[in-house]
């Protein structure tokens, strides 16, 4: 415990509004609940400091599920001397930052226990069983040790990866393993400073309700890092994940090529990968070079390290980025980049430009859009859809992924299913398509290849296609639930080669599908707020477009609004649609924008879209709906500030 002259000093701080009430409870909540002299020496240390702007930030709340589960700074904005102590490997701290909203062993500790207490009510008297996973980030093995030793301390048996592995192989592994939940220790493509907890259910897929808040409430009953491991007899079993896990997870990979002879009739195309010092590269690059691909990676990048040293931030979806794949592009003659986050969960790509000889970045939603559309031809050329069975297949996106991708799968008579933001809702979809196969036919479904399990659904239920988001998440399978870089990888290299062997390329094939169904442009735009201040903003100024969107914006009148927040909607099939603070405002001119709070980052998203006409000339269209485009953007800036009352106090970031 702290002294009582700090604590006196808190509740000064308390009295004359510097630390909010709710940091000052939590603070006592994690000094009562641990015996770790490294939360009592930094509370301590910034208390003397007066830092309360850190306190605020590290105790203002106790972390909660959001879309990617729990993710929270594992390195404070200031490191105390405590957390420094001898150091550690790659650069940080000895220990990981001290607060309730931050990753740290007794917050993992406590998430742990609260999911296999939870978990317990599901399968009786036997022992569960866990996998756990983990990426590069700092602290990343240690959260992920720690997790397996309280799951066979507890009477749990696990599978623990021996060393970094993609997010979306551990929902594999669940599944292949018929486990009982998973966790994978990894904050996607958060800063270097974040780290995370992922958990998964039966079904390899993340907690959706009633699951995640069952779990939150047993981690929230938990008030002390402390526990009493069973008898020896009665613990757990510990196993290692490795190379035969990844044989199993890249033979099911490969059986999602739909024309594998394309690789051989374009020739051995060149691909420059990197994993941006992450997970990717322990299925990816063995995968393309097998198909055929030539594969150079960024050797600076391959190296596994929780700094990210090469970029300023480990996301794809940022240009930067992708610097130094592009330039050992530009040296190699590659047309083609890719890159993945290191959980390997994201992609994203560069192409090149045949008309200028330069690579150009693609979107998201860009990238989204190539791959449904290949999907959704390829099937139809290939007679796996048919006429007669069109309307067992199905697409799954995001509500705030472009609407091309609805357009393509319509044109193939394929019907589109919207959901929320985040890939547990596609995977709640995926579920819902396996239950609907007779009981009888599904018993083995997990063993069965995917002409086998794709033959099922296209007679009993929904045969996925293709899904996403356009967060640069994408999904062709469905014995993963989770969105999948490697598979995504997989699939564009396919669609590079297809072209190629038809003497084109990826941004001839995307200007194709605009001139035919129209320019479709979409911006995603971010205002950040960070710390306790900034969450009270992020959600009063979501709260204010909820309680009072727009009349018009930009000059345009709005002629719909569709609130989510009530849980009052239904999907196109008809099921209810969680309630979620989003909003999407349709304008009178064609243009539209969503607006809603992120659930892993300390900022507000804002989802703009525009489209021209079929058959327009593409470079007037494409200037038309830039312009509209950034002019709604500013406009919405301008209502963003008119709601604050004041300048937002972050500049935007895409």
């Given at each position: 415990m702290i002294s009582e002259r700090d604590m006196q000093a808190l509740e000064q701080a308390v009295a004359a509004g510097k630390l909010q009430e709710t940091a000052m409870e939590n603070v006592h909540l994690l000094l009562n609940g641990t015996s770790d002299p490294v939360a009592s020496?930094?509370?301590?240390?910034?208390?003397?400091?007066?830092?309360?702007?850190?306190?605020?930030n590290r105790f203002y709340k106790t972390l909660a599920f959001g879309t990617g589960g729990l993710r929270g700074r594992t390195i404070g904005a200031t490191v105390t001397a405590a957390e420094q102590g001898r150091g550690g490997v790659n650069g940080r701290p000895q220990h990981p930052c001290v607060g309730t909203a931050c990753m740290n062993f007794y917050n993992v500790g406590r998430a742990m226990r609260g999911l296999i207490t939870y978990v317990r009510k599901f399968v009786g008297d036997r022992k569960p069983l866990i996998v756990v996973?983990?990426?590069?980030?700092?602290?990343?093995?240690?959260?992920?040790?720690?997790?397996?030793?309280?799951?066979?301390?507890?009477?749990?048996?696990?599978?623990?990866?021996?060393?970094?592995?993609?997010?979306?192989?551990?929902?594999?592994?669940?599944?292949?393993?018929?486990?009982?939940?998973?966790?994978?220790?990894?904050?996607?493509?958060?800063?270097?400073?974040?780290?995370?907890?992922?958990?998964?259910?039966?079904?390899?897929?993340?907690?959706?309700?009633?699951?995640?808040?069952?779990?939150?409430?047993?981690?929230?009953?938990?008030?002390?890092?402390?526990?009493?491991?069973?008898?020896?007899?009665?613990?757990?079993?510990?196993?290692?994940?490795?190379?035969?896990?990844?044989?199993?997870?890249?033979?099911?990979?490969?059986?999602?090529?739909?024309?594998?002879?394309?690789?051989?009739?374009?020739?051995?195309?060149?691909?420059?990968y990197t994993n941006l010092h992450g997970t990717g590269k322990r299925c990816i690059v063995p995968l393309l070079r097998e198909l055929g691909c030539r594969v150079s990676t960024v050797a600076a990048q391959d190296v596994q390290d929780g700094r990210f040293p090469t970029v300023q931030s480990p996301n794809p979806e940022n240009a930067p980025a992708l610097d130094m794949a592009i330039a050992q592009a530009d040296a190699e003659g590659a047309d083609l980049v890719i890159a993945t986050d290191p959980d390997s969960d994201r992609m994203g790509i560069a192409v090149r430009d045949?008309?200028?000889?330069k690579m150009q970045l693609l979107t998201g939603n860009q990238t989204g859009c190539l791959l449904a559309w290949y999907r959704c031809m390829s099937m139809r050329e290939l007679g796996i859809?048919?006429?007669?069975?069109?309307?067992?297949?199905?697409?799954?996106?995001?509500?705030?992924?472009?609407?091309?991708?609805?357009?393509?799968?319509?044109?193939?008579?394929?019907?589109?299913?919207?959901?929320?933001?985040?890939?547990?809702?596609?995977?709640?979809?995926?579920?819902?398509?396996?239950?609907?196969?007779?009981?009888?036919?599904?018993?083995?479904?997990?063993?069965?290849?995917?002409?086998?399990?794709?033959?099922?659904?296209?007679?009993?239920?929904?045969?996925?296609?293709?899904?996403?988001?356009?967060?640069?998440?994408y999904l062709a399978q469905d014995f993963v639930r989770d969105k999948d870089a490697n598979v995504a990888a997989l699939c564009l290299a396919e669609l590079n080669a297809y072209l190629a062997s038809r003497g084109a390329g990826l941004l001839e094939c995307l200007n194709s599908l605009y001139s035919q169904f129209g320019f479709y442009l979409e911006m995603g735009k971010s205002l950040v707020m960070e710390g306790a201040d900034g969450a009270a903003q992020i959600a009063e100024l979501t709260s204010s477009f909820i309680s009072a969107p727009p009349e018009q914006m930009d000059g345009s009148p709005v002629v719909a609004v569709r609130d989510f927040s009530h849980g009052t909607m239904k999907d196109a099939e008809g099921d209810p649609v969680p309630a979620e603070n989003l909003l999407f405002i349709d304008l009178a001119d064609g243009r539209s924008f969503a607006v809603r709070p992120s659930g892993t980052e300390p900022k507000i998203k804002f989802y703009l879209f525009a489209h021209g006409q079929p058959g327009a000339d593409l470079t007037a269209s494409k200037e038309a709906v830039s312009a509209g485009i950034d002019s709604l953007w500013q406009a919405l800036q301008r209502d963003c500030e008119r709601r604050k009352g004041k300048q937002a106090p972050a500049s935007p970031r895409t």
């Amino acid at each position: 415990m702290i002294s009582e002259r700090d604590m006196q000093a808190l509740e000064q701080a308390v009295a004359a509004g510097k630390l909010q009430e709710t940091a000052m409870e939590n603070v006592h909540l994690l000094l009562n609940g641990t015996s770790d002299p490294v939360a009592s020496a930094a509370v301590s240390e910034l208390t003397a400091q007066g830092n309360w702007a850190e306190l605020n930030n590290r105790f203002y709340k106790t972390l909660a599920f959001g879309t990617g589960g729990l993710r929270g700074r594992t390195i404070g904005a200031t490191v105390t001397a405590a957390e420094q102590g001898r150091g550690g490997v790659n650069g940080r701290p000895q220990h990981p930052c001290v607060g309730t909203a931050c990753m740290n062993f007794y917050n993992v500790g406590r998430a742990m226990r609260g999911l296999i207490t939870y978990v317990r009510k599901f399968v009786g008297d036997r022992k569960p069983l866990i996998v756990v996973g983990h990426d590069t980030r700092h602290f990343s093995r240690d959260f992920a040790e720690l997790c397996a030793k309280i799951a066979t301390d507890l009477g749990c048996d696990c599978a623990l990866f021996d060393g970094p592995c993609s997010t979306p192989e551990v929902s594999f592994a669940i599944r292949e393993l018929n486990a009982d939940t998973g966790v994978v220790i990894t904050a996607s493509h958060n800063p270097a400073h974040d780290n995370g907890f992922k958990a998964y259910f039966n079904d390899g897929a993340q907690l959706v309700p009633p699951h995640d808040s069952g779990v939150i409430a047993e981690v929230n009953a938990l008030t002390s890092d402390a526990y009493t491991p069973l008898p020896e007899n009665q613990r757990g079993h510990l196993r290692t994940l490795g190379a035969e896990m990844d044989a199993r997870f890249m033979h099911r990979l490969k059986g999602v090529i739909l024309r594998p002879e394309v690789f051989s009739q374009a020739g051995a195309a060149k691909v420059v990968y990197t994993n941006l010092h992450g997970t990717g590269k322990r299925c990816i690059v063995p995968l393309l070079r097998e198909l055929g691909c030539r594969v150079s990676t960024v050797a600076a990048q391959d190296v596994q390290d929780g700094r990210f040293p090469t970029v300023q931030s480990p996301n794809p979806e940022n240009a930067p980025a992708l610097d130094m794949a592009i330039a050992q592009a530009d040296a190699e003659g590659a047309d083609l980049v890719i890159a993945t986050d290191p959980d390997s969960d994201r992609m994203g790509i560069a192409v090149r430009d045949k008309s200028t000889g330069k690579m150009q970045l693609l979107t998201g939603n860009q990238t989204g859009c190539l791959l449904a559309w290949y999907r959704c031809m390829s099937m139809r050329e290939l007679g796996i859809v048919t006429p007669q069975n069109a309307e067992h297949a199905v697409m799954v996106k995001t509500y705030v992924t472009s609407p091309l991708q609805d357009a393509i799968a319509a044109a193939h008579g394929i019907q589109t299913v919207n959901v929320l933001t985040g890939f547990k809702y596609i995977a709640a979809k995926l579920g819902k398509y396996e239950r609907a196969i007779p009981e009888k036919l599904r018993a083995d479904y997990r063993r069965m290849d995917e002409a086998t399990t794709r033959s099922l659904r296209l007679q009993h239920s929904k045969y996925f296609v293709f899904g996403g988001e356009e967060s640069y998440g994408y999904l062709a399978q469905d014995f993963v639930r989770d969105k999948d870089a490697n598979v995504a990888a997989l699939c564009l290299a396919e669609l590079n080669a297809y072209l190629a062997s038809r003497g084109a390329g990826l941004l001839e094939c995307l200007n194709s599908l605009y001139s035919q169904f129209g320019f479709y442009l979409e911006m995603g735009k971010s205002l950040v707020m960070e710390g306790a201040d900034g969450a009270a903003q992020i959600a009063e100024l979501t709260s204010s477009f909820i309680s009072a969107p727009p009349e018009q914006m930009d000059g345009s009148p709005v002629v719909a609004v569709r609130d989510f927040s009530h849980g009052t909607m239904k999907d196109a099939e008809g099921d209810p649609v969680p309630a979620e603070n989003l909003l999407f405002i349709d304008l009178a001119d064609g243009r539209s924008f969503a607006v809603r709070p992120s659930g892993t980052e300390p900022k507000i998203k804002f989802y703009l879209f525009a489209h021209g006409q079929p058959g327009a000339d593409l470079t007037a269209s494409k200037e038309a709906v830039s312009a509209g485009i950034d002019s709604l953007w500013q406009a919405l800036q301008r209502d963003c500030e008119r709601r604050k009352g004041k300048q937002a106090p972050a500049s935007p970031r895409t």
